[in-house]
């Protein structure tokens, strides 16, 4: 299992950014996958995950509104789509895929088994 993200960067306050995070070594359906992210000094927060399976998604309610996630099956690759950015959304972003529930994760997301190596969002007030 292997998950590859992209996307990040440095952005001003306001704008927007997309996330990517490319699956390899099973099939993203049959699993909750998604996106934690971790800020300096802060612990790590569930932003937004999504289980085509159980046809559940979760956001955080601090990115309630203005992100989106999405997956496209036919590339493996999950998408968070990022706007109205906010110096406070400020940190790595990881990539992570288990079987558990999306709630599950949304409180407990140091329980993922898999994760990517991350990417760090920067937004400029």
């Known amino acids: 299992v292997q998950l590859v993200e992209s996307g990040g960067g440095l952005v001003q306050a306001g704008g927007s950014l997309r996330l990517s995070c490319t699956a390899s070594g099973f099939t993203i359906d049959d699993y909750t996958i998604g996106w934690f992210r971790q800020a300096p000094g802060k612990e790590r927060e569930g932003i937004s995950y999504?289980?085509?399976?159980?046809?559940?998604?979760y956001y955080g309610d601090s990115v309630k509104g203005r992100f989106t996630i999405s997956s496209d099956n036919a590339k493996s690759t999950v998408y968070l789509q990022m706007n109205s950015l906010k110096p406070e959304d400020t940190a790595v972003y990881y990539c992570a895929a288990d079987f558990g529930s999306p709630w599950f994760y949304a409180e407990f997301p140091d329980e993922f088994d898999y994760r990517g190596q991350g990417t760090r969002v920067t937004v400029s007030s």
């Open positions: 999504i289980n085509n399976h159980q046809g559940s998604t």
